[in-house]
C-alpha cells in the first residue's frame, strides 16, 4: 500500500522552540546544526521542525487521544530577543533576567501520515498553539494550506532537514530504515510516557544522511545513476 501524507502549511507571528540547554542566561531558539542552513545575508534559512514538538502540538489540537505521525521544517522567520525574570512562586520574587531568542513572521511545513486516526483532516484555519511561552503570547500558529500528498522515493542519498526520534517503529511510518542511514547526528528530543512525565529519547538530528527516503524529508545531494 502506498504511502499517503497530508501537506500543510502553517505562519506564526511569534513563536519559541528551544534548544535543551539547562544553565545559562541566554535560551536560543532552535538553530540547524550545519553552518549551511544558518541565517546569511541575503539567504533563506531553513530549521528543523522536530517530531516531538509539532506531533504534540498536533494531537492537542485534535484531542481524543488520537495518535498521528508528523514532521515538519520551517522554511521562512526572523530571529528576535526579548529579557523575562523569571518568577519563583514559592520564593515570591524574581530569578534573575534571562534573554530569549525566538522566532517571528514564521512559515512552515508539516507532513502529517495518513492513518485510521487521520485520514480526513479538515484543518484549513485552524489555529494550534507550538513551543514555549506561551504566557508571553508566543506560539499561536494557523494553517493557512492543505493537502494530500503520494511521496517520492528518492534513489539516492539526501541530508536529513528534521529531527525524529531514533525509534524503528517511528522511523518506518516516514519509509526511513536505520540500515539506510549511512551518516548520523544524534541528539536528544524529549518523549512523553504520560501527561506529567517523560524521559529524552535518542533521536536523528538535521544533517543527517539518508539513502531512499522520501523526498520531502531530505535535500538530495548524490542521486544513483
Not at 2 to 25: A, V
Not at 129 to 153: F, Q
Not at 201 to 224: A, G, M, R
Request: with cysteine.
Amino acid at each position: 500500500m502506498t504511502d499517503r501524507f497530508f501537506k500543510f502549511i502553517f505562519q506564526s507571528n511569534l513563536l519559541y522552540i528551544g534548544e535543551r540547554i539547562k544553565k545559562g542566561t541566554f535560551k536560543p531558539s532552535i538553530s540547524h546544526i550545519s553552518s549551511k542552513y544558518r541565517v546569511k545575508k541575503g539567504a533563506k534559512e531553513i530549521l528543523p521542525l522536530p517530531y516531538s514538538t509539532i506531533t504534540g502540538s498536533i494531537e492537542s489540537l485534535l484531542g481524543e487521544n488520537k495518535k498521528i505521525y508528523a514532521i515538519g521544517k520551517i522554511l521562512r522567520c526572523n530571529r528576535e530577543y526579548m529579557s523575562v525574570a523569571p518568577y519563583d512562586v514559592a520564593l515570591n520574587t524574581s530569578k534573575l533576567p534571562i534573554t530569549i531568542e525566538y522566532l517571528s513572521n514564521v512559515e512552515g511545513e508539516i507532513f502529517i501520515k495518513k492513518t485510521e486516526d487521520f485520514n480526513s483532516p479538515n484543518l484549513l484555519g485552524n489555529e494550534f498553539y507550538m513551543g514555549g511561552l506561551k504566557s508571553k503570547g508566543l506560539g499561536r500558529c494557523e494553517i493557512i494550506s492543505s493537502n494530500e500528498i503520494i511521496p517520492k522515493l528518492i534513489e539516492g542519498e539526501g541530508v536529513f532537514l528534521s529531527r525524529i526520534y531514533y525509534d524503528d517503529e517511528i522511523l518506518s511510518q516516514f519509509g526511513i530504515s536505520k540500515e539506510n542511514i549511512t551518516k548520523t547526528y544524534f541528539g536528544y528530543l524529549f518523549r512523553k510516557t504520560t501527561q506529567f512525565d517523560g524521559y529524552y529519547q535518542k533521536s536523528i538530528f538535521e544533517n543527517t544522511i539518508i539513502k531512499n527516503c522520501y523526498n520531502f524529508l531530505v535535500e538530495v545531494i548524490k542521486w544513483v545513476r
